[in-house]
């Protein structure tokens, strides 16, 4: 079994390949990995009727908390059946990593796991726009985010940089405090 060693731990971006981010999690939990695969409600087809199942929001996509050095000696371990690799940022050719407040926030609005949670790929700079505020009560309490519009509803988004972000349901204004 790995033992996660004492070094700097962040979270990483990782990349698995063909739709095998469940059976990747699992894998790395079993050798003591902290890990999150953004999951969403989706109406699937099970044997010809439709059901309401959790499915990966995003295809491909597993978050690890780790020493870069450890993974990398867990990944090649695996050898060729390792189905997983770190997403490189182009620009410091270094992998994506998260901040843990940034990976706090985005994991308690994914873990709702409220029907009406979206997440986005594809940012528009337009959802870029808005306050910066902090959700005083409920169950998002504490989470740092924008205020933004989808579906002519206000929701507080919270965003992995230039990667990822969750919209969060419905939040009422006296909820928020403006924090930027």
Same mark, same amino acid.
């Given at each position: 079994m &790995?033992?996660?060693? $004492?070094? /700097? ?10 739709? $095998?981010?469940?059976?990747? #999690?699992?894998?790395?939990?079993? &050798? ?7 999951? &969403? ?10 059901? *309401? ?10 978050? /690890?908390?780790?020493?870069?050095? @450890? ?44 029907? @009406? ?32 519009? *989808? #579906?002519?509803?206000? #929701?507080i ?16 204004? @006296? ?6």
């Open positions: &790995h033992t996660v060693s $004492r070094r /700097v731990m962040k979270w990483y971006a990782i990349r698995v390949t063909y739709g $095998r981010e469940l059976k990747f #999690r699992t894998v790395l939990q079993e &050798h003591g990995w902290e890990t999150l695969v953004p999951m &969403h409600l989706r109406t699937v087809d099970k044997d010809g009727r439709k059901d *309401i199942a959790y499915v990966p929001a995003v295809s491909n996509l597993c978050f /690890v908390r780790g020493c870069q050095q @450890d993974l990398y000696e867990f990944f090649k371990s695996m050898g060729e059946a390792c189905p997983a690799r770190f997403i490189w940022d182009k620009s410091t050719r270094e992998p994506i990593t998260v901040g843990d407040k940034v990976m706090d926030d985005f994991m308690t609005v994914s873990r709702a796991k409220l029907e @009406d949670t979206i997440y986005l790929t594809d940012l528009n700079s337009k959802l870029r726009e808005g306050q910066l505020v902090r959700v005083l009560e409920g169950p998002f309490a504490g989470v740092e985010g924008r205020i933004v519009r *989808i #579906r002519r509803t206000r #929701r988004l919270v965003e992995i940089p230039g990667m990822l972000s969750v919209a969060a349901a419905f939040i009422p204004g @006296d909820n928020l405090e403006i924090i930027g």
